[in-house]
């Protein structure tokens, strides 16, 4: 179903229902939270309301992806496009910037943004999501530095050992500034955690050297006797 709006009084339940589904599935995971009780959060007695609106939980996640979509693409966009323009293909600290530096400026702006990205990254950990499923919910210029990035560090070691990396580094990164996002919204934590921007540029040195580590001769090994090459 499709997402559907009536007028302002319509516009203005949809907003509602969105501002819940963000603070209610920030807190317990996308799949933490009953539709009923974003419902019911959002105010709403009528038991109908989210599913007319969205038509249910994927309709509601992708409309929190549009909703805070446009910035971060473009700032995705602007980022991998001075990587792009600066004729360096392999540069790799560039490609991770791309990936690394929007997130992190995103949860300095305030609570929803912060909310987005822990929905984000909730749902980029789901097992149940293809490939194909997680692509839809990445920018491009994000997918395009993913690519750039495997296709460096298989110069190096096999592509699957690569892409492998790039996973993990990239959902380490997302979880690091998930977990951020969550002290922003804490005041009375006990913690004294750095700059949020320190964080970002130490995340990204961090990131950089889990991409470019010397594969291990144990590894290599054990990558020869699975995959049939070194």
Known sequence: ??????????AGT????????????????VAGVSLNEINTAAGQRNTAALHYHFGGRDGLLRAIMRRHGPWLRARHDELYARVAGSGGPGDVRGLVEV??????EYIGMGSSQRWAIRVWTSALAHPHLAIEEVESLVDLSLTRAGRDLVKI???GMPRELAVERLVVASQSAL??????????????????????????RN?????????????????????ARILGRS
């Open 203 to 223: 995340l990204v040195d961090m990131t950089v050297s889990a991409l470019t580590a010397p594969v291990g001769a144990a590894t290599r090994e054990e990558a």
């Open 14 to 29: 949809r907003e509602r229902i969105l501002d819940a589904a963000e603070r209610l599935m920030a807190e317990r995971g």
């Open 175 to 200: 979880h690091v500034l998930a977990d951020r996002a969550i002290l922003e919204d804490a005041p009375e934590s006990r913690r004294s955690p750095l700059p949020l921007s320190l964080v970002a």
């Open 99 to 104: 990936i690394v530096l929007p997130v992190a």
């Open 1 to 10: 179903m499709s997402e559907r709006s009536s007028g302002p009084r319509g």
């Open 153 to 155: 560090m298989a110069e």
